[in-house]
């Protein structure tokens, strides 16, 4: 290769140059899974104590430690044994092609190229999160663990048993926020307030139905010569007064 070439053509000719070898890798592929098929036969017969304490790998590259037959009680409320390889049913696969850190990079570089073509901000938050996520480095395991973390709490990916338990704790002890405590009281009094109102209206309703039921009741005890009076007497008073002619 000729100097001052792009990184993205440097991994085109590098792709081309392992279709060269395809067969090769690809017998070694096969071999490594054969190897691996022992390698679970032989542990299935070996870790078996309760509590054994192995690492795991997370799809991310982060390794957490796990316990061999813990007890845990199911949903009918069974005792069952969590991470016994005795009998679980397990695939070996292999996959051939470019390396973790290979593949990390070409990460950063679509990642990088999406930003430049992206306007909304939460979306470039996003990608610059990825991007420093997936960079490799000396010393930078820091910055990685602190924008997992972030991308967590954005519920962009997804946690791990660990990280959730993390996440758990971390939401029970923080200091609530004031802003959102003010918020909380101010709509919680605006809901008493149209309670209130409403219980109001309803207590004027009902003195208003009990007030009608008296005036029943009482012209039900009056005779019908003086319900007239009455009646009569109501109307002269709503008649207005007419004042005496001066002569």
């Known amino acids: 290769m000729v100097s001052h070439l792009s990184g993205k053509t440097v991994e085109l000719i590098q792709q081309r140059l392992d279709m060269q070898t395809f067969i090769y890798m690809s017998n070694m592929g096969k071999a490594i899974k054969r190897c691996g098929e022992i390698w679970l036969g032989i542990a299935r017969d070996i870790f078996i104590e309760q509590g054994r304490k192995m690492k795991s790998i997370q799809a991310s590259g982060k ?50 190229d999406m930003m430049t073509i992206t306007q909304d901000p939460e ?35 997804k946690p791990t048993d660990m990280e959730a338990q993390e996440l758990a704790a971390e ?30 209206s309803i207590l004027s309703v009902a003195k208003a139905e009990e007030t009608r039921a008296k005036t029943t009741e009482t012209l039900s005890k009056v005779s019908a010569a003086d319900q007239e009076r009455i009646f ?16």
């Open 123 to 157: 979306m470039t938050q996003v990608l610059s999160s990825m991007a420093m996520l997936n960079m490799e480095g000396e010393g930078i395991n820091d910055v990685r663990d602190y924008f997992r973390k972030k991308l967590l709490k954005m519920g962009v990916i």
């Open 232 to 247: 009569a007497l109501a109307d002269r008073l709503t008649q207005p007064i007419q004042a005496p002619k001066m002569q």
């Open 63 to 112: 390794m957490e430690p796990v316990e061999l037959m813990k007890p845990v009680v199911n949903e009918e409320g069974e005792i069952e044994y969590e991470n016994d390889m005795s009998c679980a049913e397990y695939d070996v696969q292999v996959l051939v092609g470019p390396s973790t850190a290979t593949k990390r990079q070409a990460t950063v570089r679509a990642v990088t």
């Open 171 to 200: 939401a029970q002890n923080a200091r609530p926020d004031p802003q959102a405590q003010y918020l909380q009281a101010a709509s919680e009094q605006a809901i008493a307030q149209a309670a209130k109102a409403q219980a109001d």
